[in-house]
């Protein structure tokens, strides 16, 4: 073999791999992976439609599992209706957008909740099935 046929083929190849290198990951997926720490969090809400009517039974929860800074999982729980779903990756769109910090629930008295008291309802309201 030729060493002017192999010189063409490297620099293809060259080509090709650096063409093929995955992006610079954005700072959101960077922060993902510099801290993992896996927080739960549960607030009461209240639907801006039933604002005024009968408190107690109109209100629903908010469910959220922080994976490091970001959400990775969400669950809305409405009087009446069934449950919400989303998991990052997938429903980005309907999901909370705000890191765990901006959204202050880490200095909400009340709001962390234990893992097993999240899975618990995630399980419950089909979660298993929706992850498949």
Not at 29 to 43: G, V
Not at 51 to 57: R, S, Y
Not at 125 to 131: D, E, N, R, S
Request: some cysteine; aromatic content about 10%.
């Amino acid at each position: 073999v030729h060493l002017h046929v192999l010189l063409p083929l490297t620099s293809l190849i060259q080509s090709a791999a650096q063409q093929s290198l995955a992006p610079p990951l954005p700072a959101r997926q960077q922060d993902l992976s510099a801290n993992r720490q896996q927080r739960f969090f549960r607030i009461p809400f209240i639907r801006p439609a039933d604002q005024f009517k009968e408190p107690q039974q109109k209100k629903g929860w908010w469910y959220a599992h922080f994976d490091g800074a970001w959400i990775a999982r969400q669950m809305e729980l409405h009087p009446d209706k069934h449950p919400i779903l989303l998991v990052a990756g997938k429903d980005d769109m309907e999901m909370c957008e705000l890191s765990l910090e901006e959204t202050g629930l880490s200095r909400k008295r009340g709001a962390e909740i234990l893992p097993r008291q999240f899975e618990e309802i995630w399980e419950r309201c089909g979660g298993v099935q929706y992850l498949r």
